[in-house]
């Protein structure tokens, strides 16, 4: 059973363009949603995180849109530039007393952006 | 600073070889993990580890075996394999002092092919 759920599976969006990744979540237990970028041939890095206290986070052209109620999230990637074309995905995990770090990720969405 | 180092990162063995993946780390995190990456189905957990001589099955961890006799090292075994363990292995850390935060450092994966 897939927690998290991501779409699209790919992305092709034009220089300039606003590529918008979504994601759904099942665990109501959830309470940290990080998104990771993937280069080929790289293992995943952190690129921005939300926690469910907020609706919206913004690092540079990175945004996160975070609606509690629906149980989902997106990334939103302004002004997108071809450096930009990777694989991103998107993940859950439970904080708290029970923290263990365990990242439950989506399916990935592999993004191409055309100069 | 080397921060998550995998060996080997290509790998072709014979269904029903065994073979050992090392991961090593030199951040002092507490917390390691196993993922495999396959087309379509994102990053998945293998075992994971919350401290020197403690690990703990994830999502998928059949076929797999896990020890973490130091901190900085957390090694993956396959016992017998199979071809449907064909896939890109990853190993991650990350210091779970923060109760919700929890960035994992990725390695640069393993890619193993069984035959």
């Known amino acids: 059973q897939q927690q998290v759920k991501q779409s699209p599976q790919s992305l092709i969006v034009q220089k300039g363009g606003i590529p918008i990744i979504n994601c759904a979540y099942e665990?109501?237990?959830?309470?940290?949603f990080p998104w990771y970028q993937q280069f080929p041939g790289k293992g995943p890095a952190l690129l921005i995180a939300?926690?469910?206290?907020?609706s919206e986070k913004k690092e540079g052209r990175f945004t996160i849109s975070f609606n509690k109620s629906a149980k989902q999230f997106s990334l939103h990637i302004m002004d997108s530039q071809p450096g930009d074309s990777a694989t991103y995905f998107c993940?859950?995990?439970?904080?708290?007393?029970?923290?263990?770090?365990?990242?439950?990720f989506g399916q990935g969405t592999t993004l191409q952006v055309k100069p | 600073n080397a921060g998550v180092t995998q060996t080997p990162k290509f790998r072709v063995l014979k269904t029903g070889q065994s073979m050992t993946l090392l991961c090593a780390q030199d951040?002092?995190?507490?917390?390691m993990y196993w993922y495999r990456q396959d087309p379509g189905m994102g990053l998945r957990l293998i075992h994971y580890?919350?401290?020197?001589?403690?690990?703990a099955k994830g999502e998928v961890p059949d076929g797999y075996n896990v020890s973490r006799l130091k901190k900085q090292n957390f090694l993956l075994g396959l016992e017998s394999a199979a071809p449907s363990q064909t896939s890109v292995y990853f190993c991650?850390?990350?210091?779970?002092?923060?109760?919700?935060?929890?960035?994992?450092?990725f390695g640069q994966g393993t890619r193993l092919t069984v035959v």
């Open positions: 580890s919350v401290g020197e001589g403690t690990t």
């Open positions: 665990n109501t237990a959830f309470d940290y």
């Open positions: 951040m002092n995190h507490e917390y």
């Open positions: 939300i926690r469910p206290d907020v």
């Open positions: 993940a859950a995990s439970r904080g708290g007393s029970s923290n263990t770090g365990k990242l439950i």
């Open positions: 991650a850390s990350s210091y779970s002092r923060v109760v919700w935060s929890t960035e994992a450092f």
